[in-house]
């Protein structure tokens, strides 16, 4: 397939830049305390799996560990979660247990220990991050004002943990965070400019700067029927935050 925005083969040229970097996961960029400039990669498995075992290896040929967080129980597939650990990537939680507990922080946070134990039956889960489901109203990051994620073992909070670096992520299938509500983090530079990802790569292959990087594996069409499928739904998506931006224009709770 030729090389559309948004395709594996176009993500296989972010790998070609990546190169040129000092790349980690998050859990190794918290416990190594890497010395500047490097890219953080991380990817949020909301979706489509088998994407992301795609990704996954094709990150592999060109020696790159990122992170993959998954879903309980939309994205949790045994099966292919050890064959992307085995891999070398990071195997993470992606919670959304405000979500299901319709905002009731200490039903959240019993769904999230019950969650979270699921996961270490199969693997070392060591950061989470949370899932921010644009059509709900809550933050699922405010149970950490009721408790601590250390408290669970955990080494950090995909969100709260890596802050203070250029942040690029897909969200609203594009790069310069439109028709985003909830993918955000506190970050040092704002990259506005961003019209394609053709741009990303120009970008990651001149700069020095320390980034943080987000892919969602469902958004990269391995073939043709994939990326149309995803193209589709992030038009309906789209759509759909953009009327919620106008209901709700105070945001989330």
């Given at each position: 397939m030729n090389k559309m925005d948004f395709s594996l083969c176009m993500y296989k040229d972010i790998c070609k830049a990546l190169q040129s970097h000092k790349t980690f996961t998050v859990l190794s960029f918290l416990t190594e305390n890497p010395k500047p400039p490097y890219i953080v990669l991380r990817h949020d498995v909301d979706r489509n799996i088998n994407n992301a075992l795609k990704m996954a290896e094709l990150e592999h040929e060109f020696e790159i560990r990122s992170?993959?967080?998954?879903r309980y129980p939309k994205t949790f597939d045994v099966t292919v979660m050890k064959k992307i650990s085995c891999l070398g990537h990071e195997i993470g939680y992606h919670y959304e247990v405000l979500d299901k507990a319709k905002g009731d922080i200490k039903k959240a946070i019993e769904l999230f220990q019950k969650e979270l134990k699921i996961f270490r039956e199969f693997f070392l889960v060591d950061t989470v991050c949370m899932h921010g489901n644009p059509l709900t109203v809550w933050d699922g990051k405010d149970i950490w004002k009721a408790v601590d994620f250390k408290d669970y073992g955990l080494?950090?909070?995909?969100?709260?943990?890596?802050?203070?670096?250029?942040?690029?992520t897909d969200t609203g299938r594009n790069w310069n965070g439109a028709n985003n509500l909830k993918d955000r983090v506190s970050q040092a530079n704002n990259n506005n400019s961003f019209k394609s990802t053709v741009d990303v790569i120009k970008f990651l292959q001149d700069t020095k700067e320390n980034i943080y990087f987000n892919v969602h594996p469902e958004r990269w069409g391995a073939d043709f029927?994939?990326?149309?499928?995803?193209f589709l739904r992030d038009k309906f998506f789209n759509l759909c935050k953009r009327a919620i931006k106008r209901l709700r224009p105070n945001g989330i709770k």
């Amino acid at each position: 397939m030729n090389k559309m925005d948004f395709s594996l083969c176009m993500y296989k040229d972010i790998c070609k830049a990546l190169q040129s970097h000092k790349t980690f996961t998050v859990l190794s960029f918290l416990t190594e305390n890497p010395k500047p400039p490097y890219i953080v990669l991380r990817h949020d498995v909301d979706r489509n799996i088998n994407n992301a075992l795609k990704m996954a290896e094709l990150e592999h040929e060109f020696e790159i560990r990122s992170t993959y967080y998954f879903r309980y129980p939309k994205t949790f597939d045994v099966t292919v979660m050890k064959k992307i650990s085995c891999l070398g990537h990071e195997i993470g939680y992606h919670y959304e247990v405000l979500d299901k507990a319709k905002g009731d922080i200490k039903k959240a946070i019993e769904l999230f220990q019950k969650e979270l134990k699921i996961f270490r039956e199969f693997f070392l889960v060591d950061t989470v991050c949370m899932h921010g489901n644009p059509l709900t109203v809550w933050d699922g990051k405010d149970i950490w004002k009721a408790v601590d994620f250390k408290d669970y073992g955990l080494c950090g909070e995909a969100f709260l943990s890596v802050k203070g670096i250029t942040y690029l992520t897909d969200t609203g299938r594009n790069w310069n965070g439109a028709n985003n509500l909830k993918d955000r983090v506190s970050q040092a530079n704002n990259n506005n400019s961003f019209k394609s990802t053709v741009d990303v790569i120009k970008f990651l292959q001149d700069t020095k700067e320390n980034i943080y990087f987000n892919v969602h594996p469902e958004r990269w069409g391995a073939d043709f029927a994939g990326w149309l499928l995803s193209f589709l739904r992030d038009k309906f998506f789209n759509l759909c935050k953009r009327a919620i931006k106008r209901l709700r224009p105070n945001g989330i709770k």
